[in-house]
C-alpha cells in the first residue's frame, strides 16, 4: 500500500473544504462540511441517496458555488467559479450523470476545451489514450459516437477524460456503479497506482467493500452534514469487516454483520407452468459502433428471475429496447403470455403488462424538468383516475405520488421540484416506482439498483423478489454479479451481443459464470 | 437515525416554501421583462435620435395612436384577432419543441381561401353558416399545407425550419396566383377576390368598430393555454418537446403527435388568415402580405409560450404596430422601424438572460 508514502507528503491538503454550506429550496444540501483532500491519499465519500455527496463536489468542479465557507486550493483561499477554472487548478471530475455531447465522436469528445485557436491535436490524443487505456485494461472506440455507446462505456470514457487531463485530484462520483468486478478491480489497481504517483482521488461509492478495499480515508455524509471520518491510521488499523460495520454504524446508526448478505433465493420452481415470456432468435442489426443481437432465445416462467450477465455495451441494451419496442428487431419472436408482441408498439407491449425500467434515468427515464408527481405517471398519461376525460386530475395525481413519494422513500422537497434536481438514487427511485406499480406481467429491470444507497437497494431488491413471487415474470439485466447471484433463479451471460450460456443458480454458478464471461466453457 | 425513520418527504412543510420562492421568481421575471424593454426603448429613443426624430415625440404618437385614441385603440384590439390566433398556433408548435416558421404561407392561403369562399356562402346559406364553413375551410386549407413538414419531420426526421420555410414561400406566392387568377373579382380593375359585403362580416362590438373576432381570438388562446397545461394531450404534446426520448420511452406515438401538432398549429394560422378576412378586410388584393405570422413570435417568445402572457404581449405588439404605423407616416420614420424595436426588445432581452445567468452564478459564490 502507499499509505506509508502518502503519509510523508500528507502534511499539506491538494484542497479543503472548510464549513461549506449549500442551500436549494427546502433543502440544506451541504451543511457546513469539512473535507481535506490530500495527496497519496484515496479520500472515499459515503452517504445515503440524497446526502449531498454530488452537492459537494459539484461545488470543487466548479458547477456550484457555496453559500458558506470556503475552499482552499494548496492552502489559498481560491473560489472555483467555472468547470474550466477547476480543470485549469487540476481538479478533473467524472459526474455521477453522463456530461459528453452525444452528436460528437468519443475522440472529440476528449478533444473539447482545448485552446479554440490550435488545431484538435488528434495523434497526441490517440498514442496518450492508448498509454491510460493499456494500464487501466479498457478499449475504447475513440472514433464511435457517444450516441452509439452503451452507458457502461459512457462512463469508461468518461475516467479517460478526467485522466487525459492530468489532473492532481480525480473526482470519480458512483464511476464504478456500471462496471464488472473485475473492472472494478482493475479501477481500484488503477487508482493505487495514481495515488502513488502522487495524486489525490475522492471516490464516491455506495458498495462499502469497494470503499473498504480502495480506501485510504473514509468520510460520511448524512443529510447534508458530515456525520464521521475514519482517518488513514485508523483505516490500516482496521480489517475489512470492522470498516464495513463501523461505516454502517455511522451511516444508518444500525449494527449489521454483512449487509449485503447474499439471502439464498427462495426456489419458486414452476416446471410445470407456462412460460409468461418467450423470446425465439430475436435479432437486431447491428450498427457501426454498436453490436446487434444475434438470435436470442430464452423463456422465462412466472415467478422466475433471469439474469442477464455480462460487460455493459454487450448488447443488454439493445436486448431491453427490443423487447420494450423501442427498437426494431429484423427477426424473431416474443411472446407475453402466449400471445405474440413483437410486432406491437410501445405503449401496446406496456398496456400487456411488459414493463421496462431503464438504466437511462435522464436520457430517457424522465423529463428532468417536469415535476416529480407528474414523472411517476409519464407512462400512463391520459389513463384513470388521473386523467379523466382527458383532463388532468390534480389532486388525484398528488395523492397517488405523495404515496409512491412515501412507499420508495424518494427524498424530495415538493411534488413540484423539477425531477432532474433529486439526487441520483432518488430519481432512480421514482423510476422503480413507476415501473413496480400495478398491472406489470414482465418485468425487464436495467440495472435496477444503479445509484441506491445500501438500504435503499436492499429494499429494491427484495421488491424485485416480491414482484417475482407475485406469479410475474423477471428478467435483471445487471453488471453486478452478486446481485446477480443473489436474486436469479437463472443466469444467462450476453458477450457480444449473443447469449453465450446459461446457467442454474446453484453453487457452483459463480464460476461457470466468471468462465463464460471470459468466453471459456461454462 | 435508523433507516427507518429518515425522513420521507417533508412535502408539507416544504410546499409553502417552495410557494413563496414561485411568488419571488414571478417578480423576478417581470422584472427581467420589463427592465429590457424599457431599456430597448431606450436604445431605440437613441437610433431615432440619430435620424434626427424627436425619441419622445415618436413614443408619444405611437402611445397616442395605439392606445389613448379611441379610434387607436378600437384598431389595436381589432389587430389583436388575427395575432392571437397565430399566436395560439405557435405556442402549440414551440411547446411541442417544433419550430413552425410557416405561419404566414398558411395564414395567406387561409385568408384567400375564406375571401373566395365566403361571399359566394353566404348568397345560399344562413350568415352563420357560411361565416363558419369559410372558416373551416380555411383551417382544412392551412392544416393540407402543413402536411408536406409534419410528414417529412414525423417519419424523415427532416427539419421543419427549413422545410415550413420553404413551404411559407410557395404559400405566399400560391396565394397570390390564386387571387389574380382563380379568384379574381371581375367587377374590379384591382387584382382582388370579391368583397364580403360590410353587413355580412363579423359583427362588431357594442357601438365600436371592434371586431368580435377578438373574442373569438381570445377563446383560442384561452383554450389552447388550458389545452396544452390541464390535459393529457398537451401534457403528450410537452413531454415530446421536453424530452423526445422520454416521449418514445413511454410509448407515445411521437410521429402521430407530430402531424397532430403540425395540423393545429397550421389550423390556427389559417384561422388568423379568415378572422383578418370575414372580420375586418373583407377581401384579399393581390400581394398582400401583412407577415403577421413572423411579427408574432417573439412576442409569443417573450411570453415564454404562456397562453395568458401572450394576450399581454399580443397587445403590445398590436399598440406597436398600429400606433407605429402613425407615427410613421407624421415623422417620416420608416414604418418598419416597428420591427427594430421589436428586434432590440429580443436582443436585449436575451442580453439580460445571459447576465442574470451569470450573475446568479458568481452571487453564489
Ligand atoms: N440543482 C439542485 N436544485 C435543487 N436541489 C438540489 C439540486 N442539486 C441537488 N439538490 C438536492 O440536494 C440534495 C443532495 O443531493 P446530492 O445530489 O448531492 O445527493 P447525493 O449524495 O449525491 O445522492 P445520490 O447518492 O443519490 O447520488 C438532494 O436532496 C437534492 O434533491
Ligand atoms: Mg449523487
Known amino acids: ?522 | 437515525m435508523s433507516i427507518d425513520t429518515a425522513p420521507t418527504v417533508s412535502a408539507t412543510a416544504l410546499d409553502a416554501t417552495s410557494g413563496t420562492v414561485t411568488r419571488r421568481d414571478i417578480l423576478h421575471r417581470m422584472l427581467m421583462t420589463l427592465g429590457p424593454i424599457l431599456a430597448a426603448l431606450v436604445i431605440a429613443g437613441c437610433i431615432l435620435l440619430a435620424v434626427g426624430v424627436d425619441p419622445l415625440a415618436y413614443y408619444g404618437f405611437v402611445l397616442e395612436k395605439g392606445l389613448f385614441s379611441p379610434l387607436g385603440i378600437q384598431q389595436t384590439l381589432t389587430r389583436m384577432a388575427p395575432l392571437l390566433f397565430l399566436a395560439a398556433g405557435l405556442i402549440v408548435a414551440f411547446r411541442a419543441g417544433m419550430w413552425n416558421l410557416g405561419g404566414d404561407g398558411q395564414f395567406l392561403l387561409g385568408a384567400v381561401t375564406a375571401a373566395a369562399s365566403a361571399p359566394v356562402f353566404v348568397q345560399i346559406m344562413p350568415a352563420w353558416l357560411a361565416l363558419f364553413c369559410s372558416f373551416l375551410i380555411a383551417m382544412v386549407v392551412a392544416m393540407i399545407w402543413s402536411l408536406v413538414p409534419a410528414l417529412l419531420r414525423a417519419y424523415q426526421g427532416v427539419n421543419e425550419i427549413i422545410t415550413t420555410l420553404m413551404m411559407t414561400f410557395l404559400g405566399t406566392s400560391l396565394a397570390n396566383v390564386l387571387v389574380k387568377l382563380a379568384f379574381r373579382d371581375p367587377n374590379t380593375t384591382v387584382p382582388q377576390t370579391r368583397t364580403l359585403p360590410v353587413e355580412d362580416r363579423l359583427p362588431r362590438l357594442f357601438e365600436t368598430t371592434i371586431t368580435s373576432g377578438l373574442l373569438l381570438g381570445l377563446a383560442a388562446i384561452l383554450i389552447v393555454h388550458l389545452v396544452m397545461t390541464r390535459t393529457a394531450f398537451g401534457l403528450k404534446l410537452r413531454i415530446v418537446g421536453a424530452n423526445p426520448r422520454a416521449a418514445v420511452h413511454s410509448g407515445l406515438g411521437v410521429p402521430g403527435l407530430t402531424v397532430a401538432v403540425f395540423a393545429i398549429s397550421a389550423g390556427l394560422a389559417g384561422l388568423a388568415g379568415a378572422v383578418d378576412i370575414i372580420g375586418v378586410q373583407g377581401n384579399v388584393r393581390a400581394d398582400w402580405n401583412p407577415a403577421y405570422g413572423l411579427a408574432v413570435i417573439p412576442a409569443v417568445f417573450l411570453a415564454r409560450m404562456n397562453g395568458f402572457a401572450a394576450i399581454g404581449f399580443v397587445f403590445l405588439l398590436s399598440v406597436l404596430s398600429i400606433g407605429g404605423e402613425s407615427a410613421a407616416r407624421r415623422l417620416g420614420v420608416p414604418n418598419h422601424f416597428t420591427l427594430v424595436l421589436v428586434s432590440i426588445v429580443l436582443i436585449v432581452l436575451a442580453l439580460a438572460e445571459y447576465f442574470d445567468h451569470r450573475y446568479n452564478q458568481s452571487r453564489r459564490a
Not at chain 1, 456500471?178 to 482521488?201: C, S, Y
Not at chain 1, 406491437?344 to 431503464?358: A, F, K, N
Open chain 1, 1 to 522: 500500500m502507499s499509505s506509508l508514502s502518502s503519509s510523508s507528503v500528507a502534511g499539506r491538503d491538494i484542497v479543503a473544504l472548510e464549513g461549506v454550506t449549500k442551500r436549494f429550496p427546502g433543502i440544506v444540501a451541504n451543511d457546513s462540511v469539512d473535507l481535506s483532500i490530500r495527496p497519496g491519499e484515496v479520500h472515499v465519500l459515503l452517504g445515503e441517496n440524497g446526502a449531498g455527496k454530488s452537492t459537494l463536489i459539484g461545488m470543487l468542479s466548479g458547477l456550484q458555488q457555496p453559500d458558506e465557507g470556503r475552499i482552499l486550493v494548496d492552502g489559498k483561499p481560491t473560489p472555483i467559479t467555472s468547470p474550466r477554472h477547476a480543470l485549469a487548478l487540476g481538479i478533473g471530475t467524472v459526474f455521477q450523470h453522463m456530461m459528453l455531447v452525444p452528436t460528437l465522436t468519443v475522440a472529440e469528445n476528449l478533444l473539447l476545451g482545448g485552446p479554440w485557436w490550435q488545431r484538435p491535436r488528434t495523434e497526441e490524443l490517440a498514442a496518450r489514450v492508448a498509454e491510460i487505456t493499456s494500464t487501466l485494461g479498457i478499449t475504447v472506440k475513440l472514433h464511435a459516437k457517444v450516441s452509439e455507446l452503451s452507458l457502461g462505456e459512457q462512463q469508461q470514457v468518461e475516467i479517460l477524460r478526467a485522466m487525459v487531463r492530468n489532473s492532481r485530484l480525480l473526482i470519480l462520483d458512483e464511476s464504478t456503479s456500471m462496471l464488472t468486478p473485475k473492472g472494478i478491480d482493475e479501477l481500484g489497481a488503477l487508482m493505487r497506482r495514481l495515488v502513488e504517483q502522487g495524486l489525490a482521488i475522492v471516490f464516491i461509492t455506495h458498495k462499502l467493500k469497494e470503499a473498504a478495499a480502495f480506501g485510504d480515508r473514509i468520510s460520511v455524509l448524512k443529510l447534508g452534514r458530515k456525520v464521521g471520518e475514519i482517518p488513514p491510521e485508523r483505516f490500516r488499523a482496521l480489517g475489512e469487516q470492522e470498516i464495513v460495520s463501523e461505516i454502517v454504524e455511522l451511516m444508518f446508526g444500525k449494527q449489521k454483520d454483512d449487509p449485503e448478505a447474499v439471502e439464498r433465493p427462495v426456489r419458486t420452481a414452476r416446471a410445470g407452468t407456462a412460460p409468461l415470456l418467450q423470446v425465439a432468435d430475436l435479432t437486431v442489426a447491428p450498427t457501426d459502433n454498436a453490436p446487434g443481437l444475434s438470435s436470442i432465445s430464452f423463456d422465462i416462467r412466472p415467478g422466475e428471475i433471469l439474469g442477464i450477465a455480462g460487460i455493459d455495451g454487450n448488447g443488454q441494451k439493445q436486448l431491453a429496447e427490443a423487447l420494450a419496442g423501442q427498437r426494431a428487431a429484423t427477426s424473431g419472436s416474443v411472446r407475453l403470455d402466449g400471445a405474440a408482441i413483437e410486432t406491437l408498439s410501445v405503449g401496446d407491449r406496456r398496456r400487456r403488462g411488459l414493463r421496462y425500467l431503464t438504466d437511462d434515468r435522464l436520457g430517457e427515464g424522465t423529463v428532468g424538468t417536469f415535476p416529480v408527481s407528474i414523472n411517476f405517471f409519464l407512462k400512463q398519461v391520459g389513463a384513470a383516475p388521473f386523467w379523466r376525460n382527458g383532463v388532468e386530475q390534480r389532486a388525484e395525481i398528488d395523492k397517488r405520488a405523495a404515496q409512491l413519494v412515501r412507499e420508495y422513500d424518494v427524498r424530495t422537497p415538493s411534488l413540484k421540484t423539477p425531477v432532474a434536481r433529486l439526487s441520483g438514487g432518488n430519481i432512480q427511485k421514482v423510476l422503480l416506482a413507476r415501473e413496480l406499480a400495478e398491472g406489470a406481467k414482465v418485468v425487464i429491470f436495467n440495472k435496477p439498483t444503479y445509484g441506491l444507497d445500501l438500504a435503499n437497494t436492499l429494499a429494491s431488491r427484495q421488491r424485485i423478489r416480491d414482484t417475482a413471487a407475485r406469479g410475474l415474470a423477471v428478467l435483471l439485466i445487471s453488471t453486478d454479479l452478486e446481485e446477480l447471484l443473489g436474486m436469479c433463479d437463472r443466469i444467462a451471460v450476453i458477450a457480444n451481443g449473443a447469449l453465450v450460456g446459461t446457467v442454474e443458480n446453484a453453487d457452483d454458478a459463480r464460476t461457470k459464470v466468471g468462465r463464460l464471461m471470459i468466453g471459456l466453457a461454462a
